[in-house]
């Protein structure tokens, strides 16, 4: 997938079936970053920077851990579907969404981000201002991690849905 994700309140989720319902309490439970909730099986969420309008997103599947990433925030997390049910991506409310085709499994899912702080000052701005970019490959669960921290918004959000652990 690699698309811009129009949505609102900085919402992107990857799901199978349980959706996210603004629990972050349940959906960020045990982790160390607050940005990418993995917390529940079958789900992912990204809190983007930009409240509003689109950011780049793109989304790999990879046979194998990927090189690191130079991007300017970056952490990784755990996540695990299942047989099923469909797995889709969607921005919040339904403003963008489609299927992914990633099979069931256990993986480790480095989320990569370019220009947070730029998307929370542009947030309603035409155009991109923000990317991300969500790797998936087969690993067993393991704690997440921050890998590295360069805005000052990711640094808030760790803050404030993070330090769960």
């Known amino acids: 997938m690699d ?12 799901t ?14 045990g982790q160390v970053n607050g940005w990418v909730a993995a917390a529940v099986p079958g789900v992912v969420h990204v809190v983007m920077a930009r409240r509003s309008g689109g950011s780049g997103m793109r989304v790999e599947l990879w046979e ?25 991506w969607e921005g919040w409310g339904g403003m963008s969404g489609g299927g992914l085709a ?6 480790r899912v480095r989320v990569s981000a370019q220009g947070r702080d730029a998307g929370n000052a542009a947030e309603f ?20 991690e921050v890998l590295r921290t ?16």
């Open 3 to 14: 698309a811009v994700v129009v949505t609102d309140y900085g919402q992107f989720t990857v």
């Open 16 to 29: 199978q079936g349980d959706m996210w319902d603004g629990d972050a309490d349940r959906f960020f439970a």
């Open 64 to 88: 194998r851990e990927p090189a690191p990433s130079d991007w300017d925030d970056v952490v990784e997390v755990s996540a695990a579907f299942q047989n099923g049910d469909a797995v889709r």
């Open 102 to 107: 990633l099979p069931a499994g256990s993986y």
């Open 125 to 144: 701005a035409e155009g991109v201002v923000d990317r991300y970019l969500l790797q998936f490959w087969p690993a067993p669960a393991a704690p997440d």
């Open 150 to 165: 360069s805005s000052t918004d990711a640094e808030y959000w760790n803050g404030a849905w993070g330090q769960r652990r």
